[in-house]
């Protein structure tokens, strides 16, 4: 079985606060992608991934945390809390370039808030056969804080 090889595509570190970041023209010559989110936001919130600019109602979510579990449907993938204290999120996005299928993004969060371990982990999916050329990541915080680093990487299998 060939080893998996992460390669690098794409990072962003911001300079000042923002709203979301984008990547656009993701090639599809890779297996799947990965999303790594280090930083904080500038209120409590949560990160969402919106794929290929698409806005409609076809994205779905289970989760799990301490705190107990559920299930629900948004727009746009639910990538993970953050907060005011910093954060790493990874997701896992699967078979991302493939029209055959729908798309399912895994992700795992962690922060302290207020020295309190706050871990999440999140199985979402995408109801679009289409290859996943753009992700949006954004948030229902007023904004995700300078300083935050948001790396994108391609996975060969």
Known sequence: MPTSTYVALATTTLASAAANVTFSSIPATYRDLVLVYSGTLSGLGNLRLQFNGDTGSNYSYVYAEPSGSGASSLTGVFFGDGGTTQGVIIGQIMDYSATDK??????????????????????NRWANTGAITSIKVYTNSPNISAGTVLSLYGIEA
């Open 102 to 123: 729908h798309k399912t993004v895994l992700s795992r969060a962690n922060r302290n808030d207020s020295g309190s371990q706050n871990v999440q982990m999140w199985a």
